[in-house]
């Protein structure tokens, strides 16, 4: 078999492993803990404070927000269907680096930090699924720094709204965001003008149309992205 082949085949079978120990932190957690229905923009817990849970997205989209001593904030990124947060701080100790509040309605099982830690001592499939958790979590935040560094505005924009329109509600090609362009630029490292002159660069060109709070996206295949398959 070539080389390429075989790779091609160890990549699939990791794949299967991880969806299998996913399966599997998914069974254990739905056993596990509380659900908590929360509204967008709902906090699940605040930046600096002790660990003391750990949070299962189950739906919705949770956003991932740093904030410093002045009231700014920027958005590090968002988790959606299949995350489990907050496991890093209840690990090691530390407080959350970061808070995590609901971009928009979501559903949440919330686990205590004494019950997650338990588990995770005995069960060794658990323990495998947590690194993997946390070596994707390195993996994205690697592939966020180097696009900060790398790319412009311009490219950073499309790949977001390629990444998060299959997320929110939509009718067809339309989307309603469940963010303001303030929030948008937010997630971007942006300030909110320079934000606008990329919006109104792609309504020029016809890759989006805007109206009343809604985005039509004619074909997402034409907004640039990185193929991101390896993460997904």
Not at 45 to 59: A, D, G, L, R, T
Not at 92 to 120: C, E, K, W
Not at 151 to 160: G, H, I, S, T
Request: aromatic residues 8%; hydrophobic residues 40%.
């Amino acid at each position: 078999m070539p080389n390429e082949n075989r790779a091609l085949v160890a990549n699939a079978n990791i794949g299967e492993v991880i969806r299998g120990e996913s399966e599997y932190a998914f069974g254990l957690f739905g056993k596990m803990g509380s659900v908590l229905k929360c509204p967008s923009h709902v906090q699940l817990c605040q930046q600096n404070s002790p660990p003391e849970h750990v949070f299962v997205v189950e739906s919705g989209i949770i956003t991932v927000v740093i904030g410093d001593q002045d009231g700014r904030e920027y958005y590090a990124g968002y988790r959606t269907v299949g995350w489990t947060l907050g496991t890093v701080s209840v690990i090691t100790g530390q407080p959350y680096p970061a808070s995590l509040v609901a971009l928009r309605a979501s559903r949440v099982r919330v686990i205590n930090a004494r019950d997650f830690m338990h588990l995770l001592a005995e069960d060794t499939k658990l323990s495998r699924y947590v690194h993997n958790l946390h070596s994707r979590e390195i993996y994205e935040q690697m592939a966020s720094l180097s696009a900060l560094a790398l790319y412009p505005l311009r490219k950073r924009v499309e790949e977001f709204l390629w990444k998060i329109l299959p997320l929110v509600p939509s009718i067809d090609t339309k989307y309603e965001l469940p963010f303001t362009d303030v929030e948008m630029a937010r997630f971007l490292a942006a300030t909110p003008q320079h934000l606008s002159q990329v919006l109104r660069q792609l309504v020029d060109e016809g890759l989006i149309m805007r109206s009343r709070g809604w985005m039509v996206v004619p074909d997402r295949k034409q907004l640039w992205h990185r193929d991101n398959d390896a993460i997904r």
